[in-house]
């Protein structure tokens, strides 16, 4: 107010006059308006608190490792999950070393469990409008179940459906190695693709040379016989021509004098003589292992990964 006044009465004054003047307004403002009516605080005591503050860690990051870490709970029992479905049901032991289901699992398992939480480590903030987050986690939720999807989806189609006895061994056979075009032509009373587990089958016999020639010539081409749902038969048919291509143990064990003392304990295990017993070979994707036969049902009693040719 003093200031107004003082200014509409100088004007027309002289330079020197209005800048006395305002310098005799200026005196009345810093005498009135003392640090006890405008209290200000100091500027050194704001950076002193800005200071402290920013040297203390951001809540948001704790709160992003808080759900990271939850979601790692989560991803980790969902994998235990997997892991029952695929190594209790899909891959039971030996299947998950013959036919490589640990490697893909442990592949599809790092990779889902790992990314996951480091993807909601990056977007949770609690700054976000809940609606926001919740989007983000929804999307979030709903890659990493399709990416375990799909990886489950891609172990199943590896998986070993059926051990099949074709002249003179037991072949594993994989989901992925049927031929789709056959699949029409299962025998009554066979599964062509079951999902607890491979079952035993044997082959039948050609009907005539003409079948055998096609079935060579489809191998040739990459489709094996064990993988040909019209030559297959239930297993039993096949203890005859089982028992005759059978070989006794204790020519393996001749044979194979460093593992002598690795099969008599395994068989002594099962409880049975290894001089009583008969294996095959069993030839999986990449590996050739040893089945250990009863002599009379042929069921197999044991494996061993060893390849008896």
């Not at 032991?93 to 592949?107: A, H, K, N, T, V």
């Not at 987050?133 to 375990?148: F, K």
């Not at 020519?251 to 099969?263: F, G, N, P, T, Y």
Request: proline share 8%.
């Amino acid at each position: 107010m003093g200031l107004a006044l003082g200014i509409k009465m100088g004007e027309g004054l002289h330079d020197g006059e209005v800048l006395k003047m305002l310098e005799t307004t200026l005196n009345w403002v810093s005498a009135n308006f003392t640090r006890a009516s405008c209290p200000l605080k100091p500027v050194s005591t704001t950076l002193e608190d800005r200071m402290d503050k920013e040297s203390q860690p951001p809540a948001f990051w704790r709160d992003r490792f808080k759900a990271s870490a939850i979601h790692l709970g989560i991803s980790l029992t969902v994998a235990v999950l997997a892991g029952a479905l695929v190594f209790g049901v899909w891959y039971p032991y030996p299947y998950r070393e013959i036919s490589g289901g640990r490697e893909l699992f442990l592949i599809l398992v790092t990779v889902d469990v790992i990314l996951g939480p480091l993807i909601t480590l990056a977007v949770f903030n609690r700054i976000k409008p809940w609606p926001v987050l919740q989007r983000d986690l929804a999307v979030v939720a709903a890659l990493q179940l399709a990416a375990l999807g799909y990886g489950l989806w891609t172990v199943s189609l590896a998986r070993p459906v059926h051990i099949v006895f074709e002249v003179d061994r037991l072949s594993v056979v994989h989901a992925v190695e049927i031929a789709p075009e056959l699949l029409a032509k299962t025998p009554p009373g066979i599964t062509a693709l079951p999902l607890t587990g491979p079952t035993r089958l044997s082959l039948r016999p050609f009907k005539d040379n003409q079948e055998k020639l096609d079935a060579t010539l489809a191998a040739l081409q990459g489709v094996p016989l064990a993988g040909r749902p019209d030559l297959w038969q239930p297993y039993a048919n096949a203890i005859p021509d089982i028992l005759k291509a059978a070989k006794p143990v204790r020519e393996l064990m001749a044979r194979h004098k460093d593992q002598s003392q690795a099969i008599d304990q395994l068989l002594r295990g099962e409880g049975r003589n290894p001089e009583n017993m008969v294996y095959l070979p069993l030839v999986g994707r990449k590996s050739f292992w040893t089945a250990f036969l009863d002599p009379v049902t042929t069921d197999i009693v044991a494996t061993l990964p060893l390849d008896p040719f």
